[in-house]
């Protein structure tokens, strides 16, 4: 027998280990790619339950609360009396203020868009210093439980110092960081959303209204403030395209 066909079965040997390995490749492309549906799909969830959350708990109280700036819609009683303490600074904090909240998705979802993105959030940072400004003010002229006004008080001044460090930011060109504070931002905008809603459990459910008052003048902000910042996994994944 020559060297040629004692070498045959060595060469044979190696095609079920080829086999082998491009089946091992190919279960592992396959896992992959079912990740990264997975991840997709995950993604889409949460966009869909933003979108809700826009729709159905956002949009209406900004309406209202835009309408009540502008005397459109009656204020109740303790809101009335602010109003008339403050006849340019509440109206001003609270349609700016809504204004900020409304545009706040509009001006994430242009991220991608320069064009867009630029101009609309040069308009949410007047928006939102003009709600913020206001804020102070109105917070002390409030009649709210002292430690109500703090929380509002300390919710503006945290607004507006994530808006600056936003700013500061982007001016040094660092998108990532520009994106997370302006994410950061939104969910201490959505604090008026948190605490009317807490607020309004607490009447349906019978509970101590200023206990609750107080305690949704400081959650209603720092909740969303905090899960934003200690998950930067689900931040990135609203920021992804």
Partial sequence: MSSAAAELPNQNATIPIIMTDSAVTETGIRAAALRVLAARERLNARRIILTLLIS????????????????????????????????????????????????????????????????????????????????????????????????????????LSLLLAGIRSIRRRDVELHARLMLAMVAVTTGAVWFRILTGGAIVLGLPFDDVYIGAAWAGWMVPLAIVAARPRLSAGLLAR
């Fill in 56 to 159: 159905v708990l956002v949009v209406p109280i900004c309406v209202v609360a835009i309408g009540s700036g502008l005397g459109l819609i009656a204020l109740p009683q303790e809101m009335f009396e602010l109003a008339s303490r403050s006849p340019i600074l509440f109206p001003a904090h609270m349609v700016c203020s809504a204004l900020a909240l409304l545009m706040a998705p509009v001006v994430l979802a242009a991220r991608r868009r320069p064009n867009y993105h630029r101009p609309l959030g040069r308009l949410l940072g007047v928006f939102v210093v003009i709600g913020g400004l206001t804020a102070l003010p109105v917070a002390v002229l409030s009649h709210s439980p002292l430690g109500a006004r703090s929380g509002f008080f300390v919710q503006g001044l945290t607004w």
